[in-house]
């Protein structure tokens, strides 16, 4: 892991380069004002520095991890465990934490043609599904549901009706199968693509509230739940997947 890499290499995302500084910090010689620009040749090496290099962004801020995940929409516990290199975050989701950190959205991940890491794809809605089944993130597939909300945003329109396109297979919870249908159709909507065929008879028989505990919370999730999730007996805030 290296900055400055050259030869072959794939890109993802803008950079404006490491600046000069006479001190190193954290430890790994990262300067300020805090550019990226580095050489991920592992996925181990990209593990451990998206973790470290959020948590310096973050304490470079003075920011605590609970305030870092509000503004960027996610819970206190997953920064912690992105951080403490439990989880590994997709690279356009850790440009959003690194700008929620308060550091630069600038972001460069080069990956050497003869690496044995494997190149960025985007997530489809079916490796989602597939995800959230194996019950890998200990959160109830929201994690991923996150992370999904976020690749898609990063795509172009050709881009994002491939994720779609193919009926997801099953979770193993109907709520959360129904919830990706929602989910579906609130992002197509938004980025004006139209939903896929299969999202349109999904549907629970009675209101879910996956938040909601009492009686006030449901009545907010009601009403703040996006129609695309309400029709479907899904309650919850359309706020809780990002920008609307």
Known sequence: MTGNPTGPAMEVGGASGIGDASTP???????????????????????????????????SSRLTQAEVGQRAGVPQSLISAYETHQKQPTVPTLCRLLGAAGGEPNF?????SDSTTSPYAPMTVADLASRIAAREDGEGGWR?????????RHEPLAIQRALVADEPPSTGDERLDVTLAALVELLATQD????????????????WY??????PAKRLARDEAAPAFRTR????EASTFGPT
Not at 192 to 207: A, T
């Open 25 to 59: 910090v954290a430890g790994r010689g990262w300067p300020q004002p805090i550019g990226y620009n580095v050489e991920v040749t592992t996925t181990v090496d990209y593990l451990e520095l998206a973790g470290d290099l959020l948590r310096h962004v973050r304490q």
């Open 108 to 112: 460069w991940v080069r990956i050497p």
């Open 144 to 152: 991923w549901i996150w992370e999904f909300c976020e690749e898609w």
């Open 192 to 207: 004006g693509v139209d939903p896929p065929s299969w999202v349109r008879n999904r549907s629970l028989p009675e209101p």
């Open 210 to 215: 996956p938040y909601a505990r009492s009686e």
């Open 233 to 236: 007996n899904v309650m919850i």
